[in-house]
C-alpha cells in the first residue's frame, strides 16, 4: 500500500493533465471533500485521485481548469471507482456542470457481494483489509487553507484503498455471478440521480403535502417551484428561505392579501416584507391552473399495507436465498409504486421484471403479479 506520510499534489492542470495522461485504461479511484452548512449548493474543498497506488491531491479551481479532467469524468473509456457516490454525483452536476460517466459505486459492490446494505467506507476496508481508519477529520473546515496534515492523511485514506477494493469486490461479484449486475446497478443509480432536483416536481417530495386536495396541490406547486429557483438564486437552503410547513400552510389556506398572509402560523414577517407579493402570485398561479398531473402520494392504506408485507416476504426469500439485502432489490418506494399500479409495462414494475432484479426474482414475479393484480 502507499505510504500516505508523504501528501503528493497536482498544482496545474497541465499536471493533472498529463498524470492522468499517464494511465489512460487504469481505473480512477475518486472522492471529494465540500462544504454545505449554509448554501442550496455543495462547495468543493477538495479533490483525490487515485491511479493504482500513485494518490493525490488537487485543489477545485485546478481541478476545474483541467479540461483532460474534465473529459474524464464526462468519458465512458476509464472506470470512475467511488464510494456511496451521491454527494459527489451531485456535486459534479453543479460544480462543473456534467454529469459522470463510467461510475462504479463500490458500495453497491459490497451490498451485491454479501457484505450487507449501505456499509460505511471505514468498516469495510476494516472488513477486508483489516485496518482501522481514523475519521476523526471527517467534519473539520474543507474550504480553509492551509489545509492540516491530518486532513491531508484523512483525505488520502478516503481513496487508498478504492483500487484494492475494486479488485477484491470484482473477484468476489465474478465468483457470485453478480459482476454484470453491479456495472447495471451503479449505472441504473446514476441515471436515477441524474434524474432528480426539477424545480417542477419539487412539490411531490414535501412531507404532509398528501392531505392537501388537488387544488391546494397545485399551489403547493407552484409555491415550491418558486422557492426552489430562489434558493438556487440566493444560494440558499430551502429552510432559510420558506420552510416546509410554511408552503403548506400557504396552499392549505390560500391568502388572497399580504395580511392574511402574515396572520399564517410558520410565515415569518421577513418572508411577508419580502417575498409577499410573490407568494400571493404563486398561488393565484395554482388556483387558476389546469391543477396537477401527479398528486402526493398518500400512506398505503391497512390494505395496502398487507399486499405491501405479502410481496416484500415473496422477494426477500429470493434475496436471501442469493445473500443479497432485500433492501437493495426492492427499496420501499419502488414496491409501494407497484402496489399503487402494477402493469407490466410500466416503469414500476420493468425496475423488479428487467435486468438483474429480474433474473433473480423469475421464480416469484408470478406470484408478486398475482397478489397485486387480484
Known amino acids: 500500500m502507499t505510504d500516505t506520510s508523504t501528501v503528493r499534489w497536482l498544482n496545474t492542470p497541465e499536471e493533472l493533465d498529463r498524470w492522468l495522461a499517464q ?23 477538495l479533490v483525490q485521485l487515485g491511479l493504482g497506488e500513485d494518490l493525490r491531491l488537487v ?22 471507482l467511488l464510494y456511496a457516490m451521491s454527494e459527489d454525483m451531485e456535486l459534479f452536476r453543479h460544480w462543473l456542470d456534467l454529469e459522470p460517466r ?36 471527517t467534519r473539520s473546515d474543507w474550504l480553509a487553507r492551509p489545509l492540516s496534515d491530518v486532513q491531508c492523511q484523512y483525505a488520502l485514506e478516503d481513496i487508498r484503498y478504492l483500487e484494492p477494493m475494486y479488485e477484491r469486490l470484482t473477484a468476489m461479484l465474478e465468483e457470485r455471478g453478480f459482476y454484470t449486475a453491479w456495472l447495471e446497478e451503479s449505472e441504473r443509480f446514476a441515471k436515477d440521480l441524474a434524474s432528480q432536483g426539477e424545480p417542477e416536481e419539487y412539490y ?20 415550491a417551484a418558486w422557492r426552489e429557483q430562489e434558493c438556487r438564486r440566493r444560494d440558499r ?13 400557504i396552499a392549505e389556506r390560500m391568502p388572497e392579501s399580504k395580511g ?21 402570485a404563486c398561488v393565484e398561479r395554482g388556483e387558476s391552473s389546469d391543477g396537477i398531473t401527479d398528486r402526493i402520494e398518500t400512506p398505503l392504506t391497512r390494505d ?36 399503487r399500479r402494477w402493469d407490466s409495462n410500466d416503469d414500476a414494475a420493468r425496475f423488479f421484471t428487467e435486468g438483474w432484479r429480474g433474473d433473480m426474482l423469475a421464480p416469484v414475479l408470478g406470484d408478486v403479479s398475482r397478489v397485486l393484480s387480484e
Open 59 to 80: 485543489e477545485p479551481a485546478v481541478a476545474e481548469a483541467s479540461q483532460a479532467f474534465r473529459d474524464c469524468l464526462a468519458g465512458t473509456e476509464r472506470p470512475k
Open 23 to 45: 494511465a489512460p485504461d487504469r481505473p480512477l479511484a475518486l472522492d471529494t471533500e465540500f462544504e454545505r452548512v449554509s448554501t442550496f449548493f455543495p462547495i468543493p474543498g
Open 260 to 280: 392574511a398572509l402574515g396572520a399564517l402560523q410558520d410565515v415569518p414577517p421577513v418572508v411577508v416584507r419580502r417575498y409577499g407579493e410573490t407568494l400571493l
Open 237 to 249: 437552503p430551502r429552510n432559510r428561505v420558506l420552510a416546509d410547513a410554511a408552503l403548506i400552510r
Open 204 to 223: 411531490l417530495k414535501i412531507r404532509g403535502g398528501w392531505q392537501l386536495t388537488p387544488r391546494q396541490q397545485a399551489v403547493l406547486r407552484e409555491l
Open 102 to 137: 463510467a461510475v462504479l459505486d463500490l458500495q453497491l459492490a459490497s451490498a451485491l457481494a454479501g457484505l450487507g446494505f449501505s456499509v460505511g467506507y471505514a468498516k469495510l476496508v476494516e472488513t477486508l483489509f483489516d485496518v482501522a481508519i481514523d475519521k476523526s477529520a
Open 304 to 339: 395496502e399495507q398487507g399486499l405491501f408485507k405479502q410481496v416484500k416476504r415473496l422477494i426477500r426469500g429470493e434475496a436471501e436465498a442469493r445473500d443479497v439485502p432485500v433492501e437493495l432489490v426492492a427499496p420501499r418506494k419502488r414496491i409501494e409504486a407497484c402496489i
